[in-house]
């Protein structure tokens, strides 16, 4: 068998004169664009079959107007479906790519043992008479009655491999799943390839999910991997077939990620969004990301009416839920980011197993895998917008349902985030962060009297993780919008609180109002301790910056009226924070005495006030054997698997930054400097004045032993961790460290 040399009339058009070619004509291939003229070079006189193009096979599939990009693992796991299976039913969401994956799955398949292919379109079906009629056209076969009968579709396909795309099914389900299983029992030798936004329910039906296209990172900035996503792919072509082009590189590829992460990937709105490009340009489209529903529009007058826009697609879902599951959606569309099946049922306000698992078979909410035992839910963006303009007729109440939920949420987390519990606190915390704030912002704009406490029960989230940005925006809001006379001593909380926010943030004098206002109205309300701590926090504020002559006796005085109190707890924080400040005063013998009186307190009680001690009594006892400050850093690193604090990570690295650099671990210690400051950076903290001298002393000394180039490429690596390296960083170091002093 001689290998066949087929060319294109382009090809064709300027060979040289001296080769001879078979004119084949024109041939369908099985990228589904317009026909295309085809030559095969000439080359002795042997015969060869007919060209296996889709003009060799029966079939009806539509010509396509543009390219299929991408969905390589897609198109090969139907294909599998379809080789197990007779019924295969593509489900996603509207928009998601169903047709043009069927349709393209068709053509990689029609040379492998079919005699025919027919596409059935079913999106303007609209009875169940009219559905057997539909098809039976569909095949290609004449009713006279008009009336068809699946006997005559067993007698017209007897003994016939065929395989009907049905197309388009979810508004007739029952009907088509019916119209299917007497098809599959009737003419064995056909399969079915289904689209619909939920599966057909029937014995042997194999469902294969169709999921947005891939995306790149969030972070991601690289031209060169922004290109491997399947999104991104299918906007530039989208953008070029409209004789558009967008150079991909530095400036533009963190834009090109914000629009197709925003779009979720949905081929569709990506399509629609790359038809605008050209009179909008990106920074005009993103801009009006937050308006999707607007934006999301098709010119394409081939288009069905239900695809011409992203609301008239959702609008063909929506209408197909009963009143139950409209409220449902509704209600979830309240959630900002991903949810589990308990938070579902709080904001409904009843269980909503079956509406959830209703709206999953529907595309019209996605389950997410959250750990091996535990399954969440989210809304897809353009879901979600289209689910909020419902709720004012499908959920009234849905908003107050969602910031009665964020609120018992924040307070669990306020309980446990300093505990035991730590570690599930901030996996809590990490998942519904998003939906605490919205929550809050909306509580405001409704003047929800509870909007304070709220924000309250976020202090310390903000605190130990940030952003403070957050905190510092929204805890005066909440404060200015409580009138309440019963909520005073919550209001002296909250300036107390934002205080300590401002405080991290490097805003000292905004800081020093709001400690100074605290205490003004716990004395006036008659409550010493909290007056005590705002003592302590104006004692840490000012030796933050230095001014120990003033730091020194709030501290003493906060100290007395906690031991006067008889409050241990409120003393052992004073005594962690005073501690610290005797250590920036150079005090190191009375700072080791607070410190061991602090660590016994919280020493299996608060695991990061424990770790706190801990980091702090290394630097206090760093002039002695750097195996005992070895021990202390151990202990902390304990903690901070299980609750990733800020805060303490930039002090662990530092600590042991310089552990590295007495063990002349140079390079070891220019990584931990750089995750260091990130880290800080990341979560909007700024650091101590002695926090920033101590930097600035590493960097220096560093710099006298590594070469410039060196260090700041040991440097980049730690500012490119992400919070797991930087802690398995931190680890490294103190391994390598034990082995440098063992060898010595």
């Not at 197709?260 to 399509?271: H, K, M, N, Q, S």
């Not at 989210?378 to 009665?404: C, M, V």
């Amino acid at each position: 068998i001689r290998d066949r040399v087929i060319v294109s009339a382009a090809f064709h058009q300027v060979a040289n004169q001296e080769f001879r070619f078979i004119d084949h004509g024109r041939h369908r291939l099985k990228d589904l664009l317009h026909p295309e003229h085809l030559y095969e070079l000439e080359v002795g006189g042997g015969q060869f079959p007919p060209l296996k193009s889709l003009n060799s096979f029966d079939h009806n599939l539509p010509i396509q107007l543009s390219s299929f990009v991408g969905r390589t693992s897609d198109l090969a796991s139907v294909e599998e479906a379809l080789s197990h299976s007779r019924l295969v039913s593509l489900v996603g969401v509207g928009g998601a790519g169903k047709t043009r994956l069927a349709l393209q799955t068709a053509a990689n398949i029609a040379d492998q043992g079919y005699e025919l292919v027919r596409f059935i379109a079913l999106s303007t079906t609209s009875s169940e008479s009219d559905l057997k009629n539909v098809i039976f056209r569909g095949l290609g076969l004449e009713s006279d009655s008009g009336n068809a009968s699946i006997e005559t579709v067993a007698q017209a396909f007897e003994g016939k491999n065929a395989l009907f795309i049905l197309d388009n099914c979810e508004h007739l389900i029952d009907q088509c799943a019916d119209c299917v299983r007497e098809i599959l029992a009737t003419c064995p030798s056909v399969r079915l390839l289904i689209t619909s936004r939920e599966n057909l329910g029937l014995t042997g039906e194999q469902t294969v999910l169709v999921d947005p296209m891939s995306l790149p990172h969030e972070s991601e900035t690289s031209p060169v991997e922004i290109l491997k996503s399947e999104a991104v792919q299918l906007f530039l072509e989208r953008v070029r077939q409209r004789r558009q082009d967008i150079a991909v590189d530095v400036s533009s590829a963190p834009l090109i990620v914000t629009l197709v992460r925003a779009l979720d990937g949905i081929p569709l709105a990506i399509e629609q969004v790359a038809a605008r490009v050209g009179t909008l340009g990106l920074d005009a489209i993103i801009e009006r990301l937050g308006r999707k529903l607007d934006l999301l529009e098709s010119r394409e007058r081939d288009l069905e009416p239900r695809q011409r826009t992203a609301r008239a697609t959702l609008e063909w879902s929506h209408d197909l839920l009963d009143d139950n599951l409209k409220k449902a959606f509704a209600s979830v569309a309240a959630f900002q980011g991903s949810f589990v099946l308990s938070d579902a049922s709080e904001v409904c306000g009843k269980d909503a197993l079956e509406e959830v698992e209703s709206l999953v078979q529907k595309s019209m909410i996605t389950p997410i895998h959250l750990s091996s035992h535990e399954t969440g839910y989210r809304l897809l963006e353009t879901n979600k917008e289209f689910g909020r303009e419902r709720i004012p007729e499908d959920a009234p109440d849905a908003f107050q349902a969602h910031f009665s939920w964020a609120l018992g949420q924040a307070k669990w987390i306020d309980e446990q985030i300093e505990g035991q519990n730590s570690a599930d606190a901030f996996a809590r915390l990490d998942l519904i962060y998003g939906d605490l704030v919205a929550a809050l912002r909306q509580g405001l704009k409704n003047n929800d009297p509870q909007a304070l406490e709220l924000a309250f029960s976020l202090r310390k989230p903000w605190v130990r993780r940030g952003p403070l940005s957050d905190g510092i925006e929204l805890m005066p809001k909440a404060i200015e919008a409580s009138t309440n006379p019963d909520s005073a001593a919550l209001r002296a909380d909250a300036h107390n609180a934002l205080g300590a926010t401002l405080l991290r943030a490097g805003k000292f004098d905004e800081s020093l109002f709001e400690f100074k206002s605290a205490a003004e109205q716990f004395e006036s309300l008659g409550m010493p301790q909290k007056a005590a701590a705002s003592m302590v926090n104006l004692g840490i504020l000012y030796g933050s910056r230095g001014v120990f002559d003033e730091s020194i006796p709030y501290f003493e005085r906060g100290l007395e009226a906690f031991k006067s109190a008889g409050d241990e707890e409120g003393a052992a924080k004073a005594s962690l924070n005073f501690g610290r400040l005797l250590i920036d005063a150079k005090r190191l013998g009375e700072a080791r005495k607070y410190l061991e009186s602090a660590l016994a307190f919280f020493a299996g009680r608060d695991p990061l006030r424990e770790a706190l001690a801990h980091v702090n009594l290394m630097e206090a006892i760093s002039d002695t054997d750097p195996s005992e400050q070895l021990d202390h850093i151990k202990s902390t690193l304990g903690v901070l698997r299980n609750s990733p604090d800020h805060a303490l990570m930039v002090l662990a690295s530092l600590r042991c930054a310089d552990l590295a650099i007495e063990a002349r671990l140079f390079t070891e210690a220019a990584t931990l400097l750089g995750a260091a400051e990130k880290c800080a950076q990341d979560s909007d903290h700024e650091l101590s004045i002695h926090a920033q001298q101590e930097s600035a002393e590493i960097r220096e000394r560093i710099a006298e032993e590594l070469p410039s180039d060196a260090f700041l490429s040991a440097e980049s690596r730690g500012r490119a961790a992400g919070q797991f390296e930087r802690l398995t960083m931190v680890e490294d170091t103190i391994s390598n460290v034990e082995s440098r002093l063992q060898s010595h």
